[in-house]
């Protein structure tokens, strides 16, 4: 079954992020390197973070391999073309989990050293209820902005309990 891309720029509006992202998992296909699975990326999403010539861009279904340990980022479906990190304008938090200063947020430009910054001075962090607001304002571009092409929110939740159980380990 074919993920419905038409849906995907709302994904971020409507709440139903969960939704379209496991649908997207469940057309997968296997990235050539790692030969992990792969998400579904709209063709625009991947236009939007290449750094190289979009002449090379094939009228082909692309998916995006989210293993930290793999230089690939995307992938087409026959698994004959690939474009790894360094042909992708922006730095792909999957692929460097452990860095304080990639973007995991690339709408509101959170990383992973600001969200920690913010609870060690207050104890609380307000990222996920600021990028809600954002999200109702109709300030999200998750869709080209962000290089899985989808929601950064079960990424920035998943930083933030991250965060929090460091700092009570420290404590
Ligand atoms: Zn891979």
Known sequence: MQPDLTNQH???????CEISISQITASAGL???????????????????LAVSLTEVRDAPYFFCKDADCPVVYFSDDGTQTFTKDQIRERVYQKEPDSDDVFVCY?????????????????ESTVVEGINAGIQAGQCACDIRNPQGSCCLGNVNAVVKAVQQTMKVEA
């Open 31 to 49: 990235c050539p390197a790692s030969g992990s699975k792969g998400r579904r990326v709209d063709g625009a999403t991947v236009k939007a973070m």
């Open 10 to 16: 709302s994904c971020c509006s409507n709440g139903a």
């Open 107 to 123: 709408c509101f430009r959170h990383t992973p050293g600001s969200i920690r910054a913010e609870l060690i001075a207050t104890g």
